[in-house]
């Protein structure tokens, strides 16, 4: 079930860190991240598609999910599980009419209508989000706090993972909102130690 793969989403930022994405990622899933989203913006399509790759490789062996951020192109050149669209991305009816099953497709939201949007498309999850203010990067959006998620994770079909500022603390009130995973970029790949981080988040 993809509520399962979804449990504990690890997202990639090489501008946190300097070492190799793969690398973190491989810790990573060692420590039990049950998926990998690769999220590298400033990177141009062909860099992009090579770094999917690798990461990809990774993911398979241990049975990961992974998915890349934005790039519907560099997601199916990749062999990647799925895609999660960002705002600049082809439109989410065009990506389900484009991308062959049983590739996923999923989306942020931030408040209902998000939500609204992404169940009338056919997303396959959401992403909703901020939580807590972010932990790798600044935002506009006011924290919707555990009372908000649930509001939203109980209002919709779509399987729901909550971002933003969160820890390992967190993930108790996150799947009592509704959620069916949590995902994290400082707290996770961001760590010290990515994968003692990774196994604190399944063990809380």
């Known amino acids: 079930m993809i509520a399962d793969r979804l449990r504990l989403v690890a997202i990639t930022n090489r501008l946190l860190r300097q070492d190799d994405p793969a690398t973190i990622a491989a810790e990573l899933v060692a420590g039990g991240a049950t998926a990998i989203l690769l999220r590298e913006k400033d990177l141009p399509p062909r860099e992009l598609y090579e770094l999917a790759c690798r990461v ?60 609204a949007a992404a169940e009338s498309g056919d997303a396959d999850y959401a992403f909703v989000s901020p939580i807590h203010p972010p932990r790798s990067k600044e935002s506009r959006l006011p924290p919707l706090g555990f009372e908000g998620l649930a509001r939203l994770a109980k209002g919709t079909s779509l399987p729901v993972v909550a971002l933003g500022g969160l820890r390992a603390c967190d993930t108790v009130e996150c799947l009592q909102a509704g959620c069916v995973g949590i995902a994290a970029i400082g707290s996770l790949y961001g760590a010290a130690t990515p994968r003692k981080a990774a196994a604190e988040f399944l063990q809380a």
């Open 56 to 115: 990809r490789d990774v993911c398979r062996p241990a049975g990961a999910l992974f998915l890349v951020s934005q790039s519907l192109e560099v997601a199916l050149a990749a062999g990647a599980d799925g895609v999660h669209l960002g705002w600049q991305s082809v439109p989410l009816e065009r990506a389900k009419s484009i991308a062959p099953p049983p590739f996923l497709i999923g989306v942020s939201a931030h408040n209902k209508d998000d939500l």
